[in-house]
């Protein structure tokens, strides 16, 4: 059994940062891809960003240059850091990984969300 939990959201004031945590737990063997997604109010699950077991990273447009993607690999967790947010980037964030189990099972599990809220 694996899971994954999420940290670090919160009310920002727009201009203001925060920094999501994703930390993987259980019965794991290694990490592949780590991603994180958001899901603002009416819209569909959307990408962010997503980091590769190697470092390699890619964004979603409009978090270019604001947002950073970054993983330690021994504790199997997962950051974002968020600089200048804006009104629009409130949402849920969720991560999600490819996990390899003890028993080389891949699994791709989500977290519970958390909320991040930008005022203006």
């Known amino acids: 059994q694996v899971q994954l939990v999420e940290s670090g959201g919160g009310l920002v004031q727009a201009g203001g940062s925060l920094r999501l945590s994703c930390a993987a737990s259980?019965?794991?063997?290694?990490?592949?891809?780590m991603a994180w997604y958001r899901q603002a109010p009416g819209k569909q699950r959307a990408f962010v960003a997503r980091?590769?077991?190697?470092?390699?990273?890619n964004y979603e447009d409009s978090v270019k240059g604001r947002f950073t993607i970054s993983r330690d690999n021994a504790k199997n967790t997962v950051y974002l850091q968020m600089n200048s947010l804006k009104p629009e980037d409130t949402a849920v964030y969720y991560c999600n990984a490819d996990l390899i189990t003890t028993a080389r099972v891949t699994l791709s599990p989500w977290g519970q969300g958390t909320q991040v809220t930008v005022s203006s």
């Open positions: 259980g019965s794991i063997f290694s990490s592949n891809t």
């Open positions: 980091i590769s077991s190697g470092g390699g990273t």
